[in-house]
């Protein structure tokens, strides 16, 4: 794992955003695995900065989200697509059709986990998968389990991440419960994975996916395994790992 320490949250966008337009203009066709959370707003800024500067073309880009909650249509506030469409979408020249989340809104869960797998191999897999990490070492919505999932899936989202995501809800029991999630085995197959990491509350979930031992109770762990991981994390979340 190839890892750089910065200073603050900025500092991290900017050097993840830099690697995201390295891919673009290297291959302007690329599919990127795109991520939602806190962590990745930053860096979905510059990018749209330096779209808006002309420096980046996002005609010929595929994107694949890794997750999206059960339950909740692209039209409601908390729906990842909306915020993709908020933070990404809406301010740069990609195609809508070429943007792809699960839909939230069916419910035959097996059928759409089945068809986002038939689909990323349609696309020729995935070259650079953006992901951030959750406080319990989830990536996706991979939570803390007892065996490493393969393929995109439908989850119950843990009662720690649920109590991470009331913070975007207005009332405690609008906090979605299930999700459809890319499986570990999804994420591994991307080409380059992109690691980005802000904050002391990651500070154990980093110690644990660095120093802990691979497990799927730490889901982050298996990133260890993927021969091209680029961590990014700043100095708050590396505190622990560099007090050991
Ligand atoms: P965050 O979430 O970016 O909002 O901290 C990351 C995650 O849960 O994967």
Known sequence: MKTYIVKDYDEMSKKAASILAAQIVADPESVLGLA???TPVGTYRYLRKWHEEGVLDFSGICTMNLD???????????????FMVENLFSHVNIKRENTYIPDGTRKDSGAV???????IQRKGGIDLQLLGIGRNGHIGFNEPSDCFTEKSH???LARS???????????AEDVP??????????IM??????????????????????????????????????????????????SKVKSE
């Open 36 to 38: 939602t959370g806190s």
């Open 68 to 82: 999206e909650y059960r339950g909740i249509s692209k039209e409601n506030s908390q729906s990842y697509y909306h």
């Open 113 to 119: 986990c089945r068809e986002y797998e038939d689909l």
């Open 154 to 156: 439908c989850v119950s």
């Open 161 to 171: 991440t649920m109590e991470a995501n009331k913070r975007f809800f207005e009332k």
């Open 177 to 186: 419960k299930e999700a459809y999630t890319m499986g570990i085995g999804t």
């Open 189 to 238: 197959s991307a080409e380059k994975i992109l690691l980005l990491v802000c904050g002391s509350d990651k500070a154990e979930a980093m110690y644990q996916t660095i120093c802990g031992p691979i497990t799927p109770e730490v889901p982050a762990t298996v990133l260890r395994l993927h021969k091209n991981v680029i961590m990014i994390a700043d100095e708050a979340a590396m």
